[in-house]
């Protein structure tokens, strides 16, 4: 071998075992690490609740006195059923729960937010890398799983009840349990859609692989059919079905970004 080709072969990087090590010890440092008592925690955290629920207050009161067009938004899968007012104030307290849950939705970036300052200094860089993608793959998941349940599942179960005794009674819904329903279904599902999101957190702590995910797609196929019937207000087998798939269709996507990421 000629001594240049010799030279350029020793030019070859050398494996440092430690590197290895030391990038982990790196990332599982606490960069913000801060010696606080007991009551330091305690009073934090009642900063945090407190402005939390400041937040939720103004969020709600806003939603109350805009409430008329949020309560028709949410009163147009029904498709012209008409409802009535059974008890005296009964719209007055669909309009409160009305505007409670809407607030909430309204508020709960600064909560998470709160939420997020409260834990930030006890996560170390590891973990605060998949704060990011989390919080916002979360939070698209929760919208997606509200757009899919207005659009698709609300309107398969009315239309469901609707035919079903359309020749024997006539449609006359109560206003309370009509929002009651939607209500539930609306954010139910917005909960049900954040399992690829424990799917990654899983991954990424080294609980469970891709592999295993697969795997066990048999008990998923039954665990999905269970929650569908579980939170889902309604009975029929058409909206349980419908939410049973997208649960399932939510764990496949899952698995492959698990994929991608290398888990």
Known sequence: ??????????????LDPTNEYLEDEYLNELPDE???????????????????????????????????????LLEVPAHGVKFLQLTPGE??????????YSGLLVASPFILYQIIQFVLPGLTR??????????????????????????????????????Y???VVEQLWSIDRYFEFVLLLLFSTGLAFQVPIIQIILSFLGIVS???????????????????AIITPSTDPLTQ??????????Y????????LVGK
Not at 91 to 100: D, N, P, Q, R
């Open 1 to 14: 071998m000629p001594p240049e080709a010799e030279q350029l072969t020793n030019l070859e990087p050398e």
């Open 126 to 163: 590891k973990e605060r890398s998949l704060l990011a993608p989390v919080v916002l793959g979360s939070g698209v998941l929760f919208a997606a799983g509200l757009v899919f349940a207005y659009l698709i599942l609300i309107p398969a179960a009315l239309n469901f009840f609707v035919s």
């Open 252 to 259: 496949f996507t899952g698995i492959g970004f698990v994929k």
């Open 210 to 228: 891709s592999e295993k995910m697969l795997s066990g797609w048999r008990y998923i196929l039954i665990g999905s059919v269970i929650i569908g």
């Open 34 to 72: 801060v010696e606080m008592s007991l009551l330091d925690h305690l009073e934090e955290l009642r900063t945090r609740i407190f402005y939390a629920l400041i937040a939720a207050v103004i969020g709600m009161s806003g939603c109350f006195f805009a409430v008329k067009p949020i309560v028709k």
């Open 241 to 250: 079905s419908l939410l049973a798939g997208a649960i399932l269709g939510l």
């Open 91 to 100: 719209y007055f307290f669909v309009s409160i729960k009305v505007a409670g």
């Open 165 to 167: 005794g359309a020749d």
